[in-house]
């Protein structure tokens, strides 16, 4: 199957410091990619869809200015958690659908952010 | 915003008993997906069930879909422990948006 790698695996932070977390597919091209935050015991909830050479579509309720999506080529998609703060810590998951795959999406290992 | 809900919340059973999970949704669909998630980690795709289907088997996996009832069963049969997870049901909205249900964790007891 495809493979969807994050990095970095987990991240401790200080509150007020920005995070960064890197979503590439390693063996397709993809122009959509979607990021998902999940917290303790809870499913996934879907943040934003980046978009290659666009803007990102946010969901209602995500702060856009807060969570910073950047989908720089075909295969990378970067999420940055700005002046994050304690309620920020989740763990981040990332996805990418494969053309061909009847919709089905790879998704990345997550990150667990956790800030202090 | 979720799809719908999955039942149980949480199931335990023993080692080579059958697992079963429901799951229900809210809007017409094309397909329906069943995932399962480690502790801790990413999400791997089970099975895909398209709406024209009413059951689907791949292995151990046995899906049954019920549109009329905007309803799915995931049966896992003969399970071990390395069966242990979450599972989650999973539609798609708009382009590719995928919208998962609340989840069951499943624990099998050696």
């Known amino acids: 199957g495809a493979v969807v790698s994050q990095h970095p695996s987990w991240v401790i932070c200080k509150s007020g410091t920005s995070v960064k977390i890197e979503c590439r597919s390693l063996d397709f091209q993809a122009t959509t990619m979607f990021w998902y935050r999940q917290f303790p015991k809870q499913s996934l909830m879907l943040m934003a869809t980046s978009n290659e050479g666009s803007k990102a579509t946010y969901e209602q309720g995500v702060e856009k200015d807060k969570f910073l999506i950047n989908h720089a080529s075909l295969t990378l998609s970067t999420l940055t958690v700005t002046s994050a703060h304690p309620e920020d810590s989740s763990f981040y998951i990332c996805s990418a659908p494969r053309t061909g795959e009847n919709n089905e999406q790879f998704f990345g290992p997550g990150t667990r952010l956790t800030v202090l | 915003s979720q799809q719908g809900e999955e039942d149980p919340q949480a199931l335990s059973i023993q080692e080579g008993e059958n697992a079963t999970m429901n799951c229900s949704y809210k809007t017409s669909i094309n397909n329906l997906q069943w995932y399962r998630q480690n502790s801790g980690r990413g999400l791997v795709h089970l099975i895909l069930i398209r709406s024209n289907e009413r059951e689907k088997h791949s292995g151990r996996l046995r899906v049954t879909l019920d549109t009329s009832k905007k309803s799915s069963s995931l049966l896992i049969t003969a399970s071990r422990a390395a069966d242990t997870a979450s599972y989650f049901c999973?539609?798609?909205?708009?382009?590719?948006?995928?919208?998962f249900g609340q989840g069951t964790r499943l624990t099998i007891n050696p």
């Open positions: 999973a539609t798609i909205q708009g382009a590719q948006k995928l919208v």
